[in-house]
């Protein structure tokens, strides 16, 4: 109600519940009507969660990466996840239900079996040298045996580690000697991994260090107006400068625009994905809209 959106209730109720939690009695001032609805609606969507991964109802949806001559280079997979009562769940909050229920090792395992799916059905296709890129949260990285689980599930449906890159933020990067080690083993297998929204953390040079990082993804708060912004420019052909010179691909993220595209092409950006070049779908309505580049 009032503006705010599923999610944005979503982000409201969790605020309330932490000031309840370490404001005690003082926070029952809150306690008013958007408050009780956005409790309702944290409350159905932690319990519907579960039935949803069954009945299929939580799918992902896949964004193409293109060169930038317009060449399909891979993709990425995006959960999404339709609540029949409150709409569009973030995938953000899909993740942060399941840590709250207890159900973050399931979802993985959900997200990994789409993923192996869809990798064999676009091996069915031909389409067998395409990359499927997957997102992991810094919580799953932390909390669950992600090594263990990617590679059996990769095992278990026959699909190659060399098909999977895994995406994770600047800071999952920098974390603990126990990340570190299951980055390592995922690495080894042959799993790519690939710096998220690179450059808004507070280490991004430092979270390349080390031998596992294969590419990084420019935040699209950098590709944003990148045609009017000197400073972005600067910042974009530096960070593209960097990856040449340590032999890690880059890709612009969000590019929303044609003066965007071009500015990127000027700059000698190899690879790049957003809105501009195609938004994210259900992998079918990927496969027509890009038939041009594969000839499927
Ligand atoms: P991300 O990995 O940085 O993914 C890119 C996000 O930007 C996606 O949002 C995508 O739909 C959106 N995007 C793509 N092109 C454009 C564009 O041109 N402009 C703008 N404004 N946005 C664009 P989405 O699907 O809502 O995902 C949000 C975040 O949720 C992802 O950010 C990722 O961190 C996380 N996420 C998504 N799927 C999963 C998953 O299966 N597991 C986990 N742990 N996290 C996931
Ligand atoms: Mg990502
Ligand atoms: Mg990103
Ligand atoms: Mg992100």
Redesign the pocket.
């Known amino acids: 109600g009032q503006g705010l959106d599923v999610n944005d209730m979503l982000s409201f109720a969790d605020e309330a519940l932490y000031s309840a939690k370490h404001e005690g009695g003082a926070s029952f001032r809150f306690f008013d009507h958007r408050l009780q609805q956005s409790l309702r609606i944290r409350r159905d969507v932690e319990r519907d969660l579960g039935l949803a991964m069954d009945s299929g109802a939580v799918v992902?949806?896949y964004?193409p990466i293109f060169t930038a001559a317009g060449q399909l280079h891979s993709f990425?997979?995006?959960?999404?996840w339709l609540h029949p009562r409150h709409g569009w769940i973030?995938?953000?909050k899909?993740?942060h239900a399941a840590a709250a229920t207890g159900l973050a090792q399931r979802?993985?395992c959900h997200?990994l079996a789409l993923v192996c799916a869809a990798s064999r059905r676009l091996d069915a296709l031909g389409l067998g040298h395409l990359p499927l890129a997957?997102?992991?949260?810094p919580?799953?990285m932390a909390h669950l045996d992600v090594d263990v689980l990617v590679l059996d599930a990769l095992h278990a449906h026959g699909v190659s580690a060399r098909r999977l890159q895994i995406?994770i933020?600047e800071e999952v990067a920098l974390d603990a000697e126990n990340t570190q080690a299951k980055l390592a083993r995922l690495s080894a297998a042959g799993v790519a991994i690939a710096i998220?929204?690179f450059g808004v953390g507070y280490s991004s040079l430092a979270s390349l260090r080390g031998e596992h990082v294969r590419q990084v993804?420019i935040?699209?708060s950098f590709?944003?107006g990148l045609h009017e912004s000197q400073d972005n420019r600067l910042l974009v052909g530096t960070i593209l400068q960097m990856g040449r010179s340590l032999g890690i691909d880059v890709v612009a993220?969000?590019?929303?625009r044609e003066e965007e595209l071009a500015a990127l092409r000027a700059l000698h950006c190899p690879l790049m994905?957003?809105?501009?070049?195609c938004?994210?779908a259900p992998l079918d309505d990927i496969l027509q809209r890009t038939q041009m580049q594969t000839g499927v």
């Open positions: 992902l949806w964004q990425e997979a995006l959960l999404r973030s995938p953000e899909v993740v979802l993985l997200v997957m997102n992991i949260s919580r799953e995406e933020t998220d929204d993804k935040d699209r590709v944003f993220e969000g590019v929303e994905q957003g809105y501009h070049l938004r994210p």
